[in-house]
């Protein structure tokens, strides 16, 4: 199957660009121009091989939450051109992620198993096993990197090192625990559990935006919720849609991102099994089944349907 490992379109009147870790952004003065490519990061760190499909996951769920949300906060997104681009208003971002958790998983069990009973000025109570739910939702935020690792940061941190201001900070913890509950609404809907996720916000003339993506598989998880309970009684693990499965296949073949360690080779059964994966979480979040996009020339594709796209709204 074709697969997006990266672009490098010359637009006109196009101002810059930069390549992140998954996606190819294309600035236009005030506008952005996401590509969602196939490329798959863990562990702060880009993978060799590239996903089939996954770009289009992310930018076609993310697409459906930002809709799904907008009366909630507004966002960047003003159009999606192409099933892989998004196009939207560049805002400054804030150099922070708020990291919203229900459930003790992930890196915060690796935290609580280790002994700790604190994560990013959140106290945790004692007693409590992997996958159990927490007594109320919690924001752990994080540093937001623009290389190496992302860092665990305090409520307390962020305000005194005036990363946030407290007024605007305050507010981003509202949005988002109100951005949680509705994406909880919604995955319950589709009898899954929304586990824990990440929000990203932006600034753009005196005004908050939801930026980003927005309850995709690589900046959120879920369980199925018709074992949730079943599967805690008995100690066996939650079955999951989220990437945490590749992070633990990473885990497993000793790869963390930490210097020194080399990455596991991934054959292509291994990219076929995540590819489906992420189909797999497409279809049980949105209720949707899933159309194919990657065809011959996906990048041709992308570009002829994007400069369509700026022509046809008086963009260039």
């Excluded at 305000?159 to 305050?170: L, T």
Aim: proline content about 4%; glycine content about 6%; overall charge negative.
């Amino acid at each position: 199957m074709n697969v997006i490992r990266e672009t490098n379109f010359e637009f006109e009147n196009q101002t810059a660009f930069y390549r992140g870790k998954v996606r190819d952004v294309y600035t236009f003065g005030d506008k952005l121009l996401m590509v969602a490519s196939d490329r798959i990061s863990a562990f702060d760190v880009v993978l060799p091989r590239a996903i089939p499909c996954k770009g289009q996951v992310l930018n076609q769920i993310a697409e459906k939450f930002l809709k799904a949300t907008s009366d909630i906060v507004p966002n960047w997104l003003l159009a999606v051109p192409d099933p892989n681009v998004s196009y939207g208003l560049a805002c400054q971002p804030f150099a922070v992620e708020m990291v919203v958790r229900n459930y003790l998983v992930g890196h915060a069990w690796r935290t609580y198993k280790s002994g700790l009973r604190e994560l990013c000025g959140v106290k945790l109570p004692d007693g409590l096993k992997e996958n159990d739910r927490l007594p109320n939702p919690i924001i752990t935020p994080t540093t937001k990197a623009h290389e190496g690792h992302d860092e665990d940061i305090s409520r307390e941190e962020i305000i005194a090192q005036g990363i946030v201001e407290e007024e605007k900070y305050k507010q981003l913890e509202k949005y988002a625990l109100a951005l949680f509950e509705r994406g909880t609404e919604i995955a319950k809907q589709e009898n899954l559990i929304l586990v824990d996720t990440k929000y990203e916000f932006g600034e753009l003339e005196g005004k908050i935006y939801l930026i980003d993506e927005v309850h995709t598989p690589d900046s959120s998880r879920y369980f199925y919720a018709d074992v949730y309970e079943e599967n805690q009684l008995c100690g066996l693990p939650q079955k999951q849609l989220s990437k945490e499965f590749v992070r633990e296949w990473l885990i497993q073949n000793d790869f963390q991102g930490k210097e020194g360690q080399r990455i596991p080779e991934m054959t292509d059964e291994k990219v076929v099994e995540i590819s489906k994966r992420y189909v797999e979480l497409y279809e049980k979040v949105t209720g949707e089944t899933f159309e194919y996009k990657n065809g011959s020339n996906v990048v041709a594709r992308i570009e002829e349907n994007v400069t369509e796209f700026l022509l046809e709204n008086n963009r260039i």
